[in-house]
Every structure is written in structure tokens, then in C-alpha cells.
């Protein structure tokens, strides 16, 4: 089985190249971040007319994530759960999990953090406390758990193509890489590192000055397997072919390959 994660920087703009990339045959399941609109407005649909079943947890304009796949999708539970009282006034959609094929899977947008320090970083640090503290108890289903997504840091400085550039910046500041390596702390398996554990694995390039065609790239997309689900992993990888279409993402499809 193949589950593939992917930022499509507004599904709207890019429902085209999703749907031709679950056409492809190169997936098994699709997890989406970055839909940029509502629940209401979801194509449920457009995926329906290519066989393929879909849940989303939606945010008009900004945030939304989704699962898409042929098999049948159960269990959806939509955002984290709450550590503190003020977690309850979080309205931003960033989290969706659900069972597909004898896999949990949750599918992840965390938040940016930028301008760091300040608000949005705090909300930064809060919301990844949150996210390790599911991902523990998630440990004691004893399921393979792949939680995948655009997780908005770099964890090392193979990771980026200039790191000393991002000094400053919440992708690369140590207390989120600290954060993201709770994950692994508590069992969880960085599966294209597990698979490539030298070189560039870029994820997203940006739009501006040339970063794509130059390959200024940076890893911010993961897919961290609990232990069960490490032991079915076969491949990863990134697949760059999407960020070469016309009006891409800035992000590319990251994928894994289970038995």
C-alpha cells in the first residue's frame, strides 16, 4: 500500500492535478494539507466520480486537511485534543484522523510560527505539544500510525539548502526542531530518513527567485510511523514530478511504501 501526504496550497486551484494524481495509480490514500476553503465547498464528488472515498476537515480561506482513497475511511476524528482550557477557542483546521486499510492515519498542517518569537510561535510550540501527547496515546492502540503532513520545520541542516539563512525563522528555530523530535523520542520513525538517511529530500521550493529551478529547496513535509507501522515500511521518497506542472504547489507529494 502506498499513502502519500501533499500540501496543494488551495485544492480549488489545484483539484486538477490531485485528481489526475489518484488517477495515476501511484497511491493508495492521499492526505492533503493547505485546502484553503470550507467544509460545504469540499469536491467531495469529483472524487467520488474516480472511485475514491474522501473526509476533509475544512477552513474557509486558510488550514484544511483531508484523506482520500479508494478503500473505505472510518473512524474521522477532526482536530487535536485539548491540553489546556485555551486549546477549546482553536478554530483553525489542522488535524484529521481516521482507519484506512488496517492503517491510523492522521494528516497534519502545523502551524507556520513565523514571526518568531511572538503569538504566533507560542501557538506554534502549543499546538506541537499537543500533537506529541496525542501521538503518544495514539502508541497504545498498538495500530500502525502514520502522521503525515506539512509539519513546517526542518529538522536538520540537510533538510535545507542554506540553514544558517534560516536563522531566526520558526522552521528552524531549536525549540520546533526539539518539538519535532519528541516524535521520535517516543518511538515514531522518520520514514524518509529511515529510507534516505543522507542528502537532499527538498519538499518545497519556494515561488520566488528562482528557488525551484535552482533547487533551493527545503524538508517540511514528514511521515513519522509508529513503531507497528515502521516495521511495514518498505520505501519513501519525494516525488518532485507535481512541482514541475504548470501552476503547482509549492509543496510535492511525500510518500511511503507498506506492506
Not at 474516480?50 to 476524528?77: D, R
Not at 486549546?87 to 489542522?94: G, N
Not at 484529521?96 to 510550540?125: Q, T
Not at 525549540?175 to 523530535?181: C, H, T, V
Request: charged share 20%; with cysteine; net charge negative.
Amino acid at each position: 500500500m502506498r499513502i502519500a501526504s501533499w500540501n496543494v496550497n488551495s485544492l480549488k486551484a489545484r483539484l486538477d492535478h490531485v485528481l489526475d494524481y489518484c488517477r495515476s495509480g501511484q497511491v493508495d490514500c492521499l492526505m492533503l494539507q493547505e485546502l484553503k476553503l470550507s467544509d460545504e465547498n469540499f469536491p467531495h464528488q469529483a472524487f467520488a466520480d474516480i472511485g475514491w472515498n474522501s473526509v476533509c476537515h475544512g477552513q474557509k480561506t486558510y488550514n484544511g486537511v483531508a484523506i482520500l482513497s479508494p478503500f473505505e475511511i472510518s473512524n474521522v476524528m477532526r482536530g487535536l485534543p485539548h491540553l489546556t482550557p485555551e486549546d477549546a477557542q482553536d478554530e483553525q483546521s489542522r488535524y484529521i484522523e481516521a482507519s484506512v486499510n488496517g492503517f491510523r492515519l492522521g494528516a497534519i498542517y502545523l502551524p507556520n510560527g513565523n514571526p518568531c518569537p511572538g503569538p504566533k510561535f507560542d501557538y506554534k510550540l502549543q499546538w506541537m505539544a499537543r500533537l506529541n501527547a496525542h501521538a503518544k496515546t495514539l502508541l497504545d492502540s498498538e495500530m500502525p500510525v502514520i502522521l503525515a503532513g506539512d509539519y513546517n520545520v526542518m529538522p536538520q541542516a540537510i533538510d535545507c539548502y542554506d540553514a544558517p539563512a534560516w536563522e531566526g525563522d520558526a522552521l528552524w528555530h531549536p525549540q520546533s526542531r526539539a518539538a519535532f523530535f519528541e516524535l521520535s523520542n517516543l518511538g515514531y520513525t522518520d520514514a524518509i530518513r529511515a529510507i534516505h538517511p543522507v542528502g537532499a529530500q527538498y519538499s518545497y521550493w519556494d515561488y520566488q527567485a528562482g528557488a525551484w529551478p535552482r533547487d533551493n529547496g527545503i524538508r517540511i513535509d514528514h511521515l513519522m510511523l509508529s513503531p507497528e507501522a515502521a516495521d511495514k515500511l518498505v520505501n519513501a521518497g519525494v516525488d518532485k514530478t507535481p512541482r514541475g506542472l504548470e501552476r503547482p504547489s509549492d509543496h510535492t507529494p511525500v510518500w511511503v511504501e507498506m506492506l
